[in-house]
């Protein structure tokens, strides 16, 4: 068989061209187009996806260099119940995957797939996890009938010849096939196999399913390789917070999907703190691993952001509102007669009239929302305006605390601190939240959500566990452990705590203690701050007694936490690590 081949293929790597051709043959597509990464080359596939009716080129004026997407209505949020992790058995994989034998998995997804690009084009997207030449980076291949996916790719990643670059003759790069199927629910795979570093994904075209750098390699496969390998893969923003005096320190935090991890990295400090800056290195995903000196270095793997739109304005994300006003892909907000973008919750006047993200007539007297509530922006980092330069070191940065939060209406109190690494993994580990849009189904139940990992970690979350105590050894200098939550509610349903940039508070915090600069009280959950010392000073209608609330640890609701948290417990005894178990205990024992 022969097929067009277009683009120039870069690379001489045996193993990727035999792999290319194995998938050719297997998918037969029409044509082969093989992408370098150019500016130029993203010019010509922006004007095809224009010209197939992929995006729409929004309104230049207002909006340069920005297009809009529709998603199938079907496909619009990561499917958890279509997503397997196929190791050799499912004892590996654990209870909170799906598990299928990687032989059966495979024969299924040849099958699907199996002339699934006839009359259509195979796009080669080579990329780079990681900033160039960092010994934590990672190449991957997507091989994809997605425009939408390869010029997502193009922004999410170091797409192009750089990867191969990187990747040389090695064959040791990450396989992953994107066929798009028909886009029905019930032709959706999201499959894993870790072991051959290999990733299947069909029938969907969404951010979190397809862009297969992010959830699938960057943390699903890359979670089972940082266990082999003695590193992290963790859903953790990565920012800097700077002093007045240019002190830098920096912080990990790992929250689930859509409770502000985008936010919180790129926050700026509230006029109180003056002289205080915030950087990102990343809002999403990081990779951490033990330094020569003893401390945790992490870096960013991605080089964009696909953030969740609605509510982003000038006052929740003032740096996000510049970042998405250029170069940015929208899917799923609103369109506008004149091809501008609305969301709810966006800065200015509700449009009289727009389409909604399904293309129907909107106005502001209709029932549904016109932006769906898990639309998405997809944009450079480069694109933000406190990206931190470091945020392309490839040594990565020294991190000095880890946060973990959840959304939790009660029990959990606005900020404790764990009281050493075994009872910070405890912390991590028996992290609640409600779920949001970002996931098909089940929005605002709370659910146990181990580190943020719950859908993201490959292999037994009881092992997963146990790797995060052992890797202690290898840390001389350890990040202090936090857990915070800005979503508690009083019994008017009310928020306790405003958030957004007055996290900043909370974040001092944080930093004070990590430097020994500010003392703390001991409580049954952790070290918390005193109201004395804690600065509420600015803050309008933040009374000490209103923090005190948001700090309240209540007996019934914690007797109810404990019980969800052993129900985790029993779920993955067999795996458990024992220190865990004490620690539930301990945690007992003190309330
Ligand atoms: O859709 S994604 O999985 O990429 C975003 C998220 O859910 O965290
Ligand atoms: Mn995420």
Redesign the pocket.
Known sequence: MRVLSLGECNTTNQAVLRWVDEMVALCKPDEVFWCNGSASEREALLDAAVEKGILIRLNQEKLPGCYYHRSNPNDV??VEQSTFICTIDAEQAGPTNNWMAPKEMYQKLRALSAGAMQGRTLYVVPYLMGPAGSPLAKVGIELTDSLYVVLSMGIMTRMGDIAFEQLAEDDEFNRGLHCMLDIHPERRYIAHFPQDNTIISVGSN???NV?LG??CLALRIGSYLGRQEGWFAEHMLVLCVESPEGEKTYVAAAFP??CGKTNFAMMIPPAHFKGWKIATIGD?IAWMKPGADGRLYAINPEAGY?GVVPGTNSSSNPNAVEMISHDTIYTNVALTPDLDVWWEGKDGPVPRECLDWRGNKWTPASKEKAAHPNSRFTTPMANNPVLADEANDPLGVPISAIIFGGRRRDTMPLIFQAFNWVHGVYVGATMGSEMTA??VGGAGQVRRDPMAMLPFCAYHMGDYFRHWINMHRLIKHPPRIFHVNWFRKNSHSEYLWPGFGENMRVLKWVVDRCRGRIDAEESALGWVPSSRTFDLSGMSGMTPERFEKAQEICEDEWRRELVLQEELFMRLYSHLPKELIFQRELLMARL
Do not use: C, T, V
Request: hydrophobic share 45%; glycine share 14%; charged share 30%.
């Open positions: 949020a990561r969404y951010g979190g862009l992010k959830k999907s859509a999403d696909f970002a996931a």
